[in-house]
């Protein structure tokens, strides 16, 4: 079992960063593939980022590529999403979830675990 708790949400202007913690409960966090995904009001949840268990292997959606960063660190429990360079169509309830040793995909049913979400608003 894993317990997921997210936190770094708030309001940050277009242009500006953000840096997103998503910590996580057990002893067997270094097993788990950790993913980041976001749902605005009124749209489907979709895939932000996702990392590797070991942390070798990252990969993002295309909207996000090359502003958003994914990063963990295992000693800590503790997966965190770099946000550079926001824009209002970022704002969403961001979650992470995680997969116990499999591949970083966007696939969210690959995912085991969920936390409740960290509101991220940005201003224009």
């Known amino acids: 079992q894993v317990q997921l708790v997210e936190s770094g949400g708030g309001l940050v202007q277009a242009g500006g960063s953000l840096r997103l913690s998503c910590a996580a409960s057990g002893r067997t966090f270094s097993s788990y593939t950790m993913g980041w995904f976001r749902q605005a009001p009124g749209k489907e949840r979709e895939f932000v980022a996702a990392?590797?268990?070991?942390?070798?292997?990252?990969y993002y959606a295309g909207s996000v590529k090359g502003r958003f960063t994914i990063s963990r660190d295992n000693a800590k429990n503790t997966v965190y999403l770099q946000m550079n360079s926001p824009n209002p169509e970022d704002t969403a309830v961001y979650s992470c979830?995680?997969?116990?040793?499999?591949?970083?995909?966007?696939?969210?049913?690959?995912?085991?675990?969920w936390g409740q979400g960290t509101q991220v608003t940005v201003s224009s």
């Open positions: 979830a995680a997969e116990y040793l499999g591949l970083a995909t966007s696939d969210s049913e690959e995912y085991n675990y």
């Open positions: 990392i590797s268990w070991s942390g070798g292997s990252t």
